[in-house]
């Protein structure tokens, strides 16, 4: 069998695309395994895995934590708030500090871009980033161009819209790798406050209307507006910005075609999305909530296949 | 060197009907049975196995396929991960007469992957196995064929390999002999 071209997952930056087919079609396996009435398989017995999150998170956590125990491993886990932080240690003392309890696996979600890789050049252990600040969220990207794969058969051509909130999110930026390896073709759409300076440069199309974006599109993405992340008013008003850039019927209905609807939650509704919407056929928010877990599995199995300690 | 046969076309095609045979002396309608192909090579004895049942005049056989890689016990111990291949199970085994099938019995720990596998659908009222060629006096494991095909002879860095009939191919079994 082929094996990952990285020991850590820090971003999609750093894969290939063998990698991502390597990982959709684990995850495949993985995603029967865990419709079996026992959901579980011991390949992982002998491995320590830390969820470290430093900031809130609830499904990643959640789903994090499902796939370590469904693959057999022990699991730490530790939040921010209930930590030595608060008293004045450096990252990395936290981290070796866990790692002395002999973990094999750290999972890090950090507010700092660069959090993960970071620690990856400073502790001896496998680091999986579970979104790190504004810059990547990896494994989210991945569920989600596996579950338009599983929508659409193959990604090559197919045009994907990513809409919302482009300058906070780590979700769009793993989602554009991600999906122009696999052949898509990209296009973001937010109000020209919520768009970084240099995203053309990344190879996608950008737009400021809406309308002409779902025409555009096979699916769409839809991002959460991030009022955590926000030191500013990036528009007028949370309304103003759902007349523009919310997804409703109203703006489905015109369009003749069925587009796919993706979400990575938690969902705002009435702002970015209506509840009408977010509960329509069209939306597979539930699909990438459960294929989360057995993409997360793929990518803690493939990479443990890897770890260099020794077998009792 | 050119590998050896051991067992030929017509030699497999008694195999195959005597071991059908003992299915059906053993399983009667085959109501309450599940035959399972473990992924890759005994889904293929299977496949055969459910053609010739059929043609005994079997109905509605529960069958499935699985797939051990999960819970393999030499994850991490060899170079590559093993490749996982799909495992299609319809049903529960829940309180069902189970038959694993593969092509050749080695070491056992295939088995032993397949009988904890088979227990995430449910606990099965029994297990039994069926094997075309049981490598003997190379178990790792105690585990035993309950249906064989043949019992061969072959030293531990042989390679067993069984051919199935495709086109021009007959079917075969082969030995080839590891060369120092």
Redo the contacts between chains.
């Keep these: 069998m082929k094996t990952l071209s990285v020991s850590h997952l820090l971003g999609i930056k750093y894969l290939q695309q063998e990698d991502l087919q390597l990982i959709f079609e684990t995850a495949k396996h993985f995603k029967e395994v865990i419709n079996r009435p026992i959901k579980k398989v011991p390949s992982l017995r002998d491995i320590n895995i830390a969820n470290l999150f430093f900031e809130n998170s609830t499904r990643t956590k959640l789903s994090f934590e499902l796939a370590e125990k469904r693959l057999s491993a022990d699991v730490l886990n530790f939040s921010a708030n209930q930590s030595s932080l608060k008293k004045g240690e450096t990252l990395v003392d936290t981290v070796n500090n866990i790692l002395a309890m002999k973990v094999d696996m750290v999972v890090i979600r950090h507010p700092h871009p660069g959090a993960a890789h970071f620690l990856s050049k400073r502790v001896d252990s496998c680091i999986i980033n579970a979104g790190d600040g504004t810059h990547e969220h990896p494994s989210q990207a991945l569920l989600d161009a596996f579950s338009l794969q599983e929508k659409f058969g193959e990604l090559k051509g197919k045009r994907i819209a990513i809409v919302g909130d482009i300058l906070h999110s780590r979700v769009a930026l793993s989602n554009i790798y991600a999906l122009k390896m696999l052949g898509a073709e990209v296009q973001v759409c937010a109000p020209k406050s919520l768009l970084p300076k240099h995203i053309k440069s990344l190879g996608v199309d950008v737009s400021s209307d809406f309308t002409k974006t779902l025409k555009w599109c096979d699916a769409v993405n839809m991002l959460r507006v991030q009022n955590e992340r926000m030191d500013l008013n990036y528009f007028p008003s949370t309304r103003e910005y759902s007349q523009n850039f919310g997804l409703t019927n109203e703006r489905l209905k015109p369009l003749r075609k069925e587009i796919v609807i993706l979400h990575p939650g938690p969902i705002n509704r009435g702002v970015e999305i209506s509840s009408e919407v977010a509960d329509s056929d069209q939306a597979i928010i539930l699909d990438q909530v459960e294929n989360g877990v057995a993409i997360r599995m793929a990518i803690i199995y493939l990479l443990a296949s890897k770890l260099n300690i020794p077998i009792a | 060197m050119e590998p050896k046969v051991l067992l030929s076309d017509k030699k497999i095609s008694i195999i195959l009907n005597r071991l059908c045979f003992q299915l059906i002396e053993q399983h009667g309608d085959f109501s309450n049975a599940v035959l399972v192909g473990l992924q890759p090579r005994g889904t293929l004895l299977l496949d055969r196995l459910v053609e010739l049942l059929t043609q005994s005049g079997i109905k509605e056989l529960k069958t499935g396929k699985l ?1 051990t ?4 016990d030499d ?3 060899s170079e ?5 291949n ?2 299609i ?1 319809n049903q ?1 085994v ?1 309180g069902k007469d189970v038959v694993l099938i593969d092509d050749v019995l080695f070491t056992g720990r295939s088995i032993r992957a397949a009988l ?1 596998a088979i ?4 606990r099965p009222k029994s297990v039994e196995l069926l094997v075309l060629v049981d490598r003997r006096f190379s178990r790792h494991l105690p585990i035993q064929p309950d249906y064989l095909g043949a019992q061969i002879d072959a030293l531990q860095g042989d390679k067993v390999k069984v051919v199935w009939s495709e086109g021009e191919i007959k079917n075969t079994v082969y030995l080839e002999k590891h060369l120092e």
């Design positions: 797939d890689t999960f819970f393999r994850f991490r111990r590559r991960p093993h490749s996982a799909a495992t199970m529960s829940e904890t227990d995430t659908y449910g």
